[in-house]
């Protein structure tokens, strides 16, 4: 299986209802072979397009829960059949990868997370009634970002964050970050309070720089245990809202937008470099060059992956939209062995045998930070 990869094109925004729409799309029909398409304007030639073709194409008023239906609800299914599902949402400053991933306060607002955890949690009580209670399912959640290279808890207070982060390792071919908090979650109302402080505390995050949240990658860890009497299979759910991918060396993109001193978010160009890599089928893949790279560790990790590649349909920003279709367009290309997490024996399985905490009662354990 490859990377999936669907775009989505974010409608004009108030400021923007005069401007021109310059990237456009071509749903599938038999005619056009049944390819989704992305257009846009050759920016050296105007009367020449260059098109890119994706698994899925949603246009601008395609709805969040349209999104979900369609891209995300099918991997849940995978994840309780022990999957491992990434979606990442790459694109430009203000292309609506948050909006995407989290979405907005009202119901038909919610994003992709908030949308996945509901799903989740519905599916836990159905698991659990169906199997007349035999089968217990534990979901608990770790929440983090990486700003420069620095991995931040988003569960502890800024306050009580170490300023230099926290390491990353490799735990059987899983990068782990260590010390991470982990935390049990049960219901949907319990994760929005766990996941609106989190977003506080990233919003009021130490460095306190004004384009800290578009220049910092925002994870989210989803765990899955389903206990029975003799196993336990643990598989991951994760959603990254990663940093914007605008190039800030450019200067000519255009006037209006601020043209910022720094360089090119390091990890992103990393990660463009690892896709390169891995889509020319190279031998060195330079994963290891930064922690983002390390975690998403894409074509390495097993599982599903989706991105999703959110697009500004006007010209100011032409050549960083060009940019990203191309990224993504490269990224489809990678493939991932679809292995699901094996069930586990449940005396090989440490933390039950060593704590004694037997499958009842294995969602009142206390707060701990994965090992
Ligand atoms: P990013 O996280 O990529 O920087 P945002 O998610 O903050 O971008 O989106 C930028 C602006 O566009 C926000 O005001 C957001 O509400 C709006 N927006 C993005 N996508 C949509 C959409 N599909 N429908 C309506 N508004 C959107
Ligand atoms: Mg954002």
Redesign the pocket.
């Known amino acids: 299986m490859s990377v999936r990869v669907v775009a989505?094109i974010?409608?004009l925004?108030k400021q923007e209802l005069d401007k021109d729409t310059i990237v456009t799309a071509e749903i599938p029909d038999e005619k056009s072979g049944n390819v989704a398409i992305v257009r846009i304007p050759n920016p050296k030639n105007d009367a020449e397009s260059f098109s890119f073709q994706f698994n899925s194409v949603y246009e601008?008023d395609?709805t969040?829960q349209q999104l979900f239906d369609s891209e995300v609800a099918p991997q849940v299914k995978q994840l309780f059949n022990g999957l491992d599902i990434t979606i990442f949402?790459y694109?430009?400053?203000?292309?609506?990868?948050?909006?995407?991933?989290?979405g907005?306060k009202s119901l038909a607002?919610r994003g992709v997370i908030p949308r996945l955890l509901s799903s989740i949690y519905r599916r836990c009580r159905k698991i659990e009634k169906d199997t007349a209670g035999a089968t217990e399912v534990e979901v608990a959640m770790s929440y983090y970002e990486i700003y420069n290279d620095r991995v931040y808890d988003l569960f502890e207070p800024p306050e009580k964050r170490t300023p230099s982060g926290l390491p990353i390792r490799d735990n059987n071919g899983k990068t782990v970050v260590v010390g991470l908090t982990e935390r049990p979650c049960t219901t949907l109302k319990e994760f929005e309070q766990l996941y609106d402080q989190a977003n506080i505390n990233r919003s009021t995050s130490a460095t306190k720089l004004n384009a800290h949240?578009?220049r910092s990658h925002a994870i989210l860890c989803v765990k899955v245990t389903q206990t029975t009497e003799t196993t336990v299979q643990v598989s991951r759910a994760s959603a990254i809202?990663l940093a914007?991918s605008e190039d800030n060396r450019r200067t000519d993109n255009n006037k209006e937008r601020l043209v910022e001193s720094a360089s090119i978010n390091k990890s992103l160009f990393v990660l463009a470099q690892c896709v390169e890599a891995i889509s020319k089928k190279q031998n060195r893949i330079p994963y290891r060059e930064s922690k983002m790279t390390r975690i998403l560790s894409l074509g390495q990790n097993n599982g599903i992956t989706l991105m999703i590649l959110?697009l500004?349909p006007v010209r100011s920003y032409h050549l960083d939209t060009l940019s990203s279709l191309n990224f993504a367009n490269r990224t489809k290309k990678i493939e991932v062995a679809e292995v699901e997490n094996e069930p586990v024996y449940r005396q090989f399985v440490k933390p039950l045998a060593t704590t004694g905490i037997s499958g009842a009662n294995i969602k009142r354990q206390p707060l701990r930070p994965i090992a």
Not at 91 to 102: A, Y
Request: charged content about 20%; overall charge positive; cysteine-free.
């Open positions: 989505r974010r409608p925004l601008q395609a969040q949402a694109g430009v400053t203000g292309t609506g990868k948050t909006h995407t991933m989290r907005g607002d949240s578009s809202d914007g959110n500004a």
